[in-house]
């Protein structure tokens, strides 16, 4: 079967109206283990302690061994991400045709969309989204023309935690990797000179219940195109890692934690010492909505990526990916139909 026509240009389904899950939702070839939510492989990921004295350590074994990790005490208010989280939950509680008042078109990558995962498929998946980039108030205007700001107003001091917070752990990553403060500055140059704005993107997503979630995926599987996300689950269930020996195994992720996962650029970036780990969103609910807010760490679309090689015992790395620059990885990933890296393996 073909594949879908691209995002931009898919209409979302009004999954919280449906009464059966419709055909072109319908995942037929799930393994029986996607469903084995009970399952004694559940997995618990590092937890790091941001205050730990051994934090810079802790990080850099957790990304090299896993590619993930939960952060604690990261110092983003939980009033603010239960506040925050409110402001989505009402989003997506809006009547359909409200939301497609903020409609994500092609060329931009502000609000209301579908998984862009969907381009690489020829199934749709069980999941609403909407993208902040910087202020919503455009989009938020839309969708409530009379009392936006206090919705924008809790958005923006989010974005401005979840950004500082970023700022001070790709830090601490580079100074594990031995990149040099000088190269850091580089790299952490998150505005384009060409358009002005910034590489960082909060992604709200909604899993509506489903009546037979047997059937659908919320999220297929995939690694994020960033240097690495940042995730907060209001729910404990569906999110699944692939792991080499054991295949899909459900995690159990902290309440008071952030899932930090490593993105394809540091992939590159580590010359393979991190690794970013695929992940999918399986549903479980026929009654509740789950929901996840994920802040993606960009680098500027007009840098060359490349692995960092350092002298290890007078012996000099040799690079195991091709550089890149990172909107032409971006073309590359979706015309290897989400398999990015491989595409670059020398």
């Known amino acids: 079967m073909d594949k879908l026509p691209a995002v931009g240009l898919l209409t979302p389904l009004d999954l919280n109206t449906v009464e059966d899950v419709p055909e072109s939702h319908v995942w037929p070839h799930l393994d029986e283990s996607s469903q084995k939510f009970e399952s004694d492989k559940t997995v618990s990921i590092p ?9 810079l350590e802790l990080i850099g074994k957790a990304c090299e061994e896993w590619g993930m990790f939960q952060l604690i005490n990261h110092g983003i208010p939980k009033t603010l991400t239960a506040e925050t989280e409110e402001v989505a939950r009402c989003l997506f509680a809006l009547p359909q045709n409200q939301k497609m008042k903020a409609l994500n078109v092609p060329g931009t990558a502000n609000g209301y969309c579908m998984a862009r995962l969907t381009k690489h498929h020829d199934k749709m998946m069980w999941h609403e989204g909407f993208t902040v980039i910087g202020s919503p108030v455009d989009d938020f205007k839309k969708l409530w023309p009379s009392d936006y700001q206090p919705f924008c107003d809790k958005m923006e001091e989010y974005q401005l935690k979840m950004k500082a917070l970023a700022d001070k752990l790709i830090s601490l990553i580079f100074k594990f990797l031995g990149i040099s403060d000088e190269e850091m500055v580089k790299k952490l140059s998150y ?9 960082l993107a909060l992604r709200l997503n909604s899993f509506p219940p489903c009546p037979e979630p047997s059937k659908v995926i919320g999220l297929a599987a995939h690694t994020d195109t960033s240097l690495f996300t940042m995730l907060h689950q209001a729910r404990r269930e569906g999110l699944q890692i692939l792991n ?4 899909w195994l459900p995690l159990a ?3 008071d934690a952030l899932i930090i996962n490593i993105g394809d650029f540091l992939q590159i970036i580590s010359n393979g010492r991190f690794h970013s780990v695929p992940h999918r969103v399986m549903i479980r609910e026929t009654e509740k909505t789950t929901m996840s807010m994920a802040y993606f760490f960009h680098p500027p679309g007009h840098l060359y990526v490349a692995p960092y090689c ?3 015992s007078e012996t000099l790395q040799t690079p195991i990916y091709k550089g890149v620059n990172v909107k032409e990885y971006f073309i590359i990933k979706a015309k290897a139909s989400g398999k990015g890296i491989a595409a670059l393996t020398i």
């Open 47 to 55: 937890v790091v302690d941001f205050n730990d004295d051994n934090v």
């Open 191 to 199: 505005i384009d000179p060409a358009t002005g704005k910034p590489h």
């Open 244 to 247: 080499e020996k054991d295949g």
């Open 253 to 255: 992720p902290r309440s």
């Open 310 to 312: 350092k002298p290890l």
